[in-house]
């Protein structure tokens, strides 16, 4: 059974770090590319980043370039969001999604998100 839960939202300031983590038990993680997706108050999903299975490539849309990192730890079958110089557009529920591939955004399981509110 798939299963994706995510950690480490909360109200942050736009300075200082932040990670994001999901924990993906329940399927062979090391196979599959993993994305992360945030839907913002009162718009709709969107696609933020994404890391191929062994975690060498990477794409990021961009209004977070330079500023988030993915990586993953396949032995912990965990995925990581790093989120610094963070804006109050970023406000928004973070959700980790298996992928089909690195160079596609088409998931097919997500996790139940975790909430992330950038306020000074």
């Known amino acids: 059974q798939v299963q994706l839960v995510e950690s480490g939202g909360g109200l942050v300031h736009p300075e200082g770090s932040l990670r994001l983590s999901c924990a993906a038990p329940?399927?062979?993680?090391?196979?599959?590319?993993m994305s992360w997706l945030r839907q913002p108050p009162g718009k709709g999903l969107e696609w933020v980043s994404r890391?191929?299975?062994?975690?060498?490539?990477?794409y990021y849309t961009g209004s977070v370039k330079g500023r988030f990192t993915i990586s993953r730890d396949n032995a912990k079958n965990t995925l990581y969001l790093q989120m610094n110089s963070r804006k109050p557009e970023d406000t928004a529920v973070y959700y980790c999604?298996?992928?089909?591939?690195?160079?596609?955004?088409?998931?097919?399981?997500r996790g139940q998100g975790t909430q992330v509110t950038v306020s000074s």
């Open positions: 999604a298996r992928t089909s591939g690195v160079f596609t955004t088409i998931w097919d399981y």
């Open positions: 329940g399927f062979t993680f090391s196979s599959y590319a």
């Open positions: 890391i191929s299975s062994g975690g060498g490539t990477t």
